[in-house]
């Protein structure tokens, strides 16, 4: 089980605006996909400009996820608050990985770096079909990141150093 604590306060950011997009498509659990789209649309955090090196367009990949959150079935009540979300057994996985990439990596804080690691790690998603389509695979993105990490590319990110 993830310890909330560990959360970088990017990491909640984006768990907090996942349940935004949840409840924005009408959802009652946020998945892997709320996740995915949460990370790429942090502007602050290190994933957007992480995405600009790796030559990704953020723009059309934010597109593929939301037409896929679309046409996913709605089974909650829009407007609802961030306490009447569960989240999925597959995103609870993620957030267990994101602490595991943590670990490897010999961080303190589980950061939105950690999460977008998490989510590569999965297979057979529609998040990972979407990830794959770009060549995005775990690691390819975990050698860049630590790459830029060790070259302080992207210091201004907070969440690249943890």
Known sequence: M???DRLSFRAKDAIQHAAGITRRYGHNQIDTEHLLAALI???KSGIPALLVILNVDASNMMDRVIFNLKS???TGIPGGTIDQFSITPRARLVLEQAEKEAEIL???TISSPHLFLA?????G???IQILDDYGLTHDTVFF???TLRNRKVLEQYDDLDG
Do not use: G, H, N, V
């Open 2 to 4: 993830i310890r909330y």
């Open 72 to 74: 996913s079935p709605k």
């Open 119 to 123: 989510i590569l790690s999965e297979s």
């Open 41 to 43: 649309d942090q502007p």
């Open 106 to 108: 010999q961080d303190e």
């Open 144 to 146: 860049i990141q630590k």
């Open 125 to 127: 998603t529609p998040a």
